[in-house]
DNA sequence: GCGATGGCGTTACTTTATTACATTCAGGTT
DNA sequence: AACCTGAATGTAATAAAGTAACGCCATCGC
């Protein structure tokens, strides 16, 4: 992740979100290109929803504003759309929240670590490889191979810390 | 956590586990006098089934055993249970699973880090020390402050992998 | 054009979790 | 002993999250 320094401190600080959500969205049109995998106008516009503010949403919020713009108002819908995305590194699922977020970065480390601030309700994606360095060093010692890692944090961003929030 | 290096190991290794749990049992006991508070039939069931082995449990499960043996079925009895264990560091929650598992090492680190095993579905806590350092740091670089992680890990264990497991 | 495939929509259902309220029980007070 | 009080337990009812199964239609390779 390029600008990992700065990506979390981006995320949380006020920024031109316009541009930040639209280069999210280039950036992964093109790679659904080169996976020649078809982003469908559900797909897409499930994309520019979860795009509009970095929260995680759940299922069912998204559901309601596709099913609002005519799309289908059944569960599936949404969760298709939302599996579709996550599977090709275009989403994220915090298993704390029950809830999906835009991926900032796609293409760059598809498992970060995610911050959430318990203030703003704002996710950052972190670097994941130094954590999950530690991580599996300490399960090796115990002879454990580990494979996928869920990281997840709670706390208070910068942004909140700074308006004096505890 | 003592015997840290070990700890991961024994919890996946055979070993005798009457005895396993039978301490984990009579610590969780004393932790509870200690902070004056009750263990209860229902809560004293409640944890004696979780640690009937090193899986963890979803609520409902758990609440049907509870049935079976004359406690209430409704699920408030064992959400209440299982939360009350929780509270008081005697039980674990895997976001993962949505499930719970009992804390074997009750008093030392409350908040540790979780390999499950993917084939024998064991779960064992490993020292989050090291890992939450490593994720601290990395979220103070982007200013966010971090007073909550949640640390699961999806792997094989050592018994597994030797028994040829892929 | 035509069949295969993938995507989208539906209905119906399962699993997980919470709210609200009545009842019981242990503990201390009078 | 009678009484109060707060915690603990039970219930019913409902919410929230997630999945299964199936039909229709569009797109794509032929
Ligand atoms: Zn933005
Ligand atoms: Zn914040
Ligand atoms: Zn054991
Ligand atoms: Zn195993």
Redesign the interface.
Known sequence: MPDS?????A??APHDHQQCAHRALDEAAARLTEQGARLTPVRRRTLEILLESHRAMGAYEVLDRLAAEGFGRQPPVAYRALEFLVTHGLAHRL??LNAFAACLHPGHDHHP?F?I??SCDKV?E??AA??R???T???A???????????????????C?AEGVA
């Open positions: 320094d700065h990506a979390i401190a995320t949380f298993q704390r670590a911050l601030c318990r950052a972190a670097a130094p954590i360095d530690a991580l060093a300490v399960a010692q115990g002879g454990f191979r580990v494979e996928r890692a869920t990281i997840e944090a709670l706390g208070l961003c910068a942004t810390a």
